[in-house]
């Protein structure tokens, strides 16, 4: 059998930073909530939490990378929700916040992870914020804590 090399759920003793763009913030303040939840769920102690809170989500990937620099989170949590209107703004801002927000991760040494919804309405929105298709807000919490874990593991 394969040695699994996995990370655990515990977050704590964790530092998490997460950026939230208020644009659309009747479904971000809801991730933000579903993130919140599980990071203290899972043993992460409110001291250990801080919050960045940025116009729209074209902004998180210049606070994402700040904060990474910073040395002082283990992992961030990028949350937002990037809604299509009547133009292609929509396709610009979100490819520049995925982009952005990848580009971050890759150099930061620690988990960044994407919590942004890109939807085509506000319904998709609502659904992945906490009603029938889940909190993306969530999810994602979750998938850094287990990240910050395995990557202990390859110190
Ligand atoms: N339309 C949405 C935006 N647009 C704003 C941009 O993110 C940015 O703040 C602005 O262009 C100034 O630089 N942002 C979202 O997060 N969600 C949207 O649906
Ligand atoms: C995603 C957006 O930027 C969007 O909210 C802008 O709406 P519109 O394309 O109608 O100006």
Redesign the pocket.
Known sequence: MPRMIEGTLSAEGKRFGIIVAR??DFISDRLLGGALDALMRSGAADENIEVAKVP?AFEIPLIADKMAKSGKYDALICLGA?????????D???AEASKGIAHVSLGAGIPVMFGILTTDTIEQAIERAGTKAGNKGWDVAMGAIEMVNLAEQFK
């Open positions: 644009f659309n729209g990037v809604i299509r209107g009547s133009t292609p703004h929509f610009y801002v979100c």
